[in-house]
DNA sequence: TCGTAAGCGAGACGGTACGTCCTGTCTTCAG
DNA sequence: CTGAAGACAGGACGTACCGTCTCGCTTACGA
């Protein structure tokens, strides 16, 4: 599939061509997994696809909007539900951290971070896409909340935001494959951190 | 100084001109700061310091190696001691924070991360790098400990990454604008956390 | 008319709708006329005549196609009978450089010449409607010999040739504006060569 | 020579390599050979010179200033001196149709003209070249007047126009294969018109 | 009377070329 | 014998057109 199957595309009419925008994006994602962020270039996923230049650019207004989709398609990590923080949040880490090492998505978001470092859109984008997934963490802090395990007063937001940072760091420095043991400890600290006073 | 005291300057025989080092570095850091990253090339450089692209590369091999040599010359972020973790660290990355907004060492971090995505030394010099602040910032912690404000077995590694990974993913996502009252949350988040059990 | 009139222009069924034809060419006059060869693209004839691209394809299955089409709908220059060869030549001459200047005929006729260099049946095109010329002109020729003003054994073919030919590369060479006394000196020249001998 | 010689050429330093220069100009007189007008592009002679496209922009600032660069390479025309004015124009016209039918030189003037309809620089340089071959052609007029066989008040430049003209119709027309009788007929209506009224 | 066939605006498609910017290497030459 | 200067091959950038395609619609015409 994916670069074979492109061989004669051509445009289904004056309205998107499905086949096209999957034939790029897996071949923006090959090009990620085998060259590296180094070597992703709008010519070489144009190249890769069999697809002209300007049909990326009509739907991905930059890199970083093609960097994006490419990271959405992936799979999500899961988060556990064990009914206990610590082991939720340290599941969680161990899993996006597995995620990250062992498929592609790990090199697309360190990517997508290095662009928001240089392009404005890239950025908006990343900060959108956070805002989402800081919710997300945020849940399980409040269902620890509802049981009575994190105090009432204890700003999920900003705890997320530590647990996001913590995993963000590992993966740009590339410290992806971090002890177990580690990482249970630096959730520790945390956890003990926004426990109710006794 | 600087770009205007390259005009003219010229070869002092068999040696490295340090004159010329310093334009080069100097005109690096004007471009960082006056183009981002985004207009950060080897190009930009050579045309601000008035240097030919070769003298760059005799001494700095990469983008990154000039990166980090830009970066070595910022002034450092001072450190309180104030007697307390808490106003410690929250007085550290306020300082921190400030340090990275109003100087174009902020620009320049960033800058370095990115280029570390995409670049093995970039990477190394970084990990170096960071290894040398985590004892810095670890020697708080450690002060601390003997202060009994913190438990014995906590590790303080640990720590300071977890307080270096909120300080990265504040500079990478632009929010460096940061509340105090927010900074100050999540380090007491963390404090509480490795304080002694009683 | 034209550009505007093409708003919500449609179909008028299985047939060719003039309305549409008559837009593309006035379009294309206009593109013509406005940005000259460099600009007329089928891009911006389609723009301007608010009509898709198959459509000007359909009918006309190239630029030269269409160039010509655009030529041959403009005014024909008048070719004055005066009863005196020089006056009939040189006011020939002197008409159509104006006609050349002062109206988009010479933009196009210059465009149809450059695009002949590169496109066969703009060359054949421009070949055909040389020949139809080359008989226009030959027709003054004709009377001129009637009158005796002009050897019986002279080749009229020839003599328009020279003529046009000195048109041509007034045309081609932005010399429209090109003296009368340098017009009539040139056209004496070739009059008096043709002259019969007494 | 020529595109095998490219290969590995590189810089010689601070200054034009003349190997780099020479290999552009082949390879776009081999593309205007082989591909015509139509085919010559920038990109096409990179490719074909093995060089980068900077390189050719870098002294050639147009397609036009490249094409003038091998026109002037070619070789000259010769042009007779036979003591007879008549003969003399009519064998340059004979040798100019060969010139411009058996080498690449016809393509190249042919393109030259075509590109200056729609690039001002090269109606420019044309304007230029043409002025130099007025100059040329006059004094073939100049040596007829000194021997008497051309009136006193003859204005040569008017004449090289009327000759050049001719030669230029009959290269855009495709017509370099025209007889030798029609030239020296042409060439005798001319001729006669300039002779000394006896 | 109605289905069908063709023309229409629209615009996406795979491509080629544009002219610019930058990379990292190389040579010359002034000092 | 260094270092500045800048040329070099190469490759990516983002844009403009090319000529082709299909869509969804409208209308005329033949069955």
Chains 1, 2, 3, 4 share one sequence.
Do not use: C
């Not at 989709?69 to 992936?74: C, G, I, S, W």
């Not at 951290?97 to 997508?112: E, M, V």
């Not at 963490?137 to 909340?145: L, V």
């Amino acid at each position: 599939m994916g670069e074979a199957a492109a061989r004669g595309r051509k445009s289904i009419g004056a309205k998107r061509n499905p086949e096209s925008a999957d034939a790029i994006i897996e071949a923006a994602e090959g090009v990620l997994r085998e060259a590296g962020y180094a070597g992703f270039s709008i010519e070489a996923v144009a190249r890769r696809a069999r697809a002209g230049k300007p049909t990326i650019y009509r739907w991905w207004p930059s890199k970083a909007a093609l960097l994006i989709e490419v990271y959405q398609r992936q799979k999500r990590v899961e988060t556990p539900d064990t009914g206990n923080i610590e082991d939720d949040l340290a599941g969680f880490l161990k899993n996006l951290f597995a995620h990250w090492r062992d498929t592609p998505s790990g090199n697309i978001f360190r990517s997508l971070i290095a662009e928001a470092q240089s392009d404005g859109t890239a950025a908006a984008a990343l900060a959108e896409y956070s805002k989402g997934r800081r919710g997300h963490t945020g849940r399980m802090i409040e269902r620890a909340k509802a049981r009575g395990e994190v105090a009432a007063d204890v700003d999920a937001g900003i705890v997320a935001d530590l647990i996001a940072s913590y995993a963000w760091r590992h993966l740009l420095t590339d410290r992806l494959d971090e002890d177990d043991a580690m990482i249970r400890a630096a959730v520790r600290y945390v956890v003990r951190g926004i426990a109710p006073t006794p």
